[in-house]
C-alpha cells in the first residue's frame, strides 16, 4: 500500500512538474523570429535596464504585444495589435525618416508607455507565466507577429499614428477632442461589438484637501455669515467649500470630458486624467460633504483602437484588417518595404 501511495505521488510530480519543464526547458524552448520575418533593426531604450538595445523590428513587435495585450485574446486581435505596434514603432524608427524618442535621444522608441509602448523581453515573460502558459501564450504571440510581419497601416502611403488604448466604453473619440489636433484616420466610431467591452467602471474618491493638493486649487472660499446674538447682530467669517466646486465646461459627444473647472482653475479632461490618475476621461462627479467622486467607464484616452473592441470583434468573426480599418478610417493594410530608407 505505502509502495503505491509513494508510486502514485511521484507519477503525479512527473506530469506534473517535470516534464513540462523537460518540454521547456530540456528543450530550451525559446520564441525565436524567423530570420526572413525579423525586419529592420530597431534601437530601443530599456527603461527597466537604463541601456540602449538594438533588436529586430518583429522581436520589439513581440515584446509589446506581450506587454500591451492579453495573450489570451483571439488570434485576430492580437494581429490587429502587432500591426498597430509595428506602426507605431515605424512611423518614429529614424531609418524611415521618422523623429526617434524625444525622451531618449538615440532610440527609436522607449519602453515608458506613457511615453511610447509597453515592451518586455522573452526572459521577462517566461518570468510571469508557467511553463505551459509561456509554451501555448509565447508561441502564440510569435505566430501573430510572423504572420503579419512587414504589415503597417498607411494613410496615403504614409505610417500613421496608430493610437490605441484598453476599452472605450461603447466609443472611441476623435483626436481632436482629446489632444486638440484633428487627425483624419482618428475618427470617433461606435458599433455593435464596443458593446460587448467590458465597462471598466471605477469610483475614486478624494476629500476636499486631497483635491486642493494634487491639483494646486481652492476648493473653497470665503463666506460672511451674520447671526443674532443678544439681539445685535454678529458677522462670523469662515472659509467653506464652494457651492459648485466642479463644473463640466464641454464633452465629446462620446461623453468624454474637454474641459473642467475644478475649483479657480480649468483643466483638459487628458490632463485630469493623468494628474489624478483616473482610468478614463469618460467622467461623471459627486460632491458629498467633505468628499469628491468621480466615476469612470472605459479604460485609456479613448482615441483610435479599443483593445477589448478588437477582441470583441475577433470573437465575432472579423480580420485583423477588418478590425484596423474600423478604428482608423480611411487607410489600408499595406507593407512598409515600400516605404524610402533614409540615407
Same mark, same amino acid.
Given at each position: 500500500m505505502d509502495r503505491a501511495v509513494i508510486f502514485s505521488v511521484g507519477?503525479?510530480?512527473?506530469?506534473?512538474?517535470?516534464?513540462?519543464?523537460?518540454?521547456?526547458?530540456?528543450?530550451?524552448?525559446? %520564441?525565436?523570429?524567423?530570420?526572413?520575418?525579423?525586419?529592420?533593426? %530597431?534601437?530601443?531604450?530599456?527603461?527597466?535596464?537604463?541601456? &540602449?538595445?538594438? &533588436?529586430?523590428?518583429?522581436?520589439?513587435?513581440?515584446?509589446?504585444?506581450a506587454a500591451e495585450m492579453p495573450?489570451?485574446?483571439?488570434?485576430?486581435?492580437?494581429?490587429?495589435q502587432a500591426v498597430a505596434a509595428r506602426t507605431f514603432a515605424v512611423k518614429r524608427m529614424r531609418q524611415f525618416g521618422g523623429?526617434?524618442?524625444? /525622451?531618449?535621444?538615440? /532610440?527609436?522608441?522607449?519602453?515608458?508607455?506613457?511615453?511610447? $509602448?509597453?515592451?518586455?523581453?522573452d526572459d521577462e515573460l517566461r518570468k510571469r507565466l508557467s511553463y505551459l502558459e509561456y509554451y501555448?501564450?509565447?508561441?502564440?504571440i510569435a505566430s501573430a507577429v510572423e504572420s503579419t510581419s512587414g504589415k503597417i497601416v498607411t494613410y496615403q502611403g504614409k505610417p500613421i499614428e496608430a493610437y490605441y488604448h484598453a476599452a472605450s466604453g461603447g466609443s472611441t473619440d476623435n483626436s481632436e477632442d482629446v489632444w486638440r489636433e484633428a487627425v483624419p484616420y482618428l475618427r470617433a466610431v461606435s458599433t455593435e461589438f464596443e458593446a460587448r467591452e467590458p465597462s471598466f467602471q471605477q469610483r475614486v474618491e478624494f476629500t476636499i484637501d486631497e483635491l486642493e493638493k494634487k491639483l494646486g486649487v481652492k476648493l473653497r472660499q470665503r463666506k460672511?455669515?451674520?447671526y443674532k446674538v443678544a439681539g445685535k447682530d454678529v458677522q462670523v467669517v469662515a472659509e467653506e467649500r464652494m457651492d459648485r466646486p466642479i463644473?463640466?465646461? =464641454?464633452?465629446?459627444? /462620446?461623453?468624454?470630458v474637454k474641459?473642467?473647472? %475644478?475649483?479657480?482653475? %480649468?483643466? =483638459?479632461?487628458?490632463?485630469?486624467?493623468?494628474?489624478?490618475?483616473l482610468r478614463s476621461t469618460k467622467l461623471t462627479y459627486q460632491v458629498v460633504g467633505d468628499k469628491v467622486y468621480f466615476i469612470t467607464t472605459g479604460y485609456g484616452h479613448g482615441v483610435g &483602437?479599443?483593445?477589448?473592441?478588437? $477582441?470583441? &470583434?475577433?470573437? /465575432?468573426?472579423?480580420?485583423?484588417?477588418?478590425i484596423l480599418k474600423h478604428y482608423y478610417k480611411g487607410t489600408e493594410v499595406t507593407s512598409f518595404a515600400g516605404l524610402a530608407p533614409r540615407q
Open positions: 507519477f503525479c510530480i512527473l506530469v506534473v512538474l517535470v516534464v513540462p519543464s523537460v518540454l521547456v526547458r530540456g528543450c530550451d524552448f525559446k %520564441i525565436e523570429p524567423r530570420e526572413q520575418a525579423a525586419g529592420p533593426g %530597431i534601437k530601443v531604450f530599456v527603461v527597466a535596464t537604463g541601456k &540602449m538595445v538594438e &533588436m529586430p523590428l518583429d522581436e520589439y513587435v513581440r515584446g509589446v504585444v495573450a489570451s485574446f483571439g488570434t485576430e486581435a492580437l494581429k490587429a523623429p526617434g524618442c524625444a /525622451a531618449h535621444p538615440g /532610440a527609436d522608441v522607449c519602453t515608458d508607455h506613457l511615453h511610447c $509602448q509597453a515592451w518586455i523581453s501555448a501564450y509565447a508561441r502564440k460672511v455669515r451674520t463644473e463640466v465646461l =464641454s464633452a465629446s459627444r /462620446a461623453g468624454r474641459d473642467i473647472r %475644478i475649483g479657480d482653475k %480649468i483643466f =483638459s479632461g487628458y490632463s485630469l486624467r493623468e494628474i489624478l490618475g &483602437m479599443s483593445q477589448y473592441g478588437a $477582441q470583441a &470583434m475577433a470573437q /465575432a468573426g472579423k480580420t485583423y484588417v477588418d
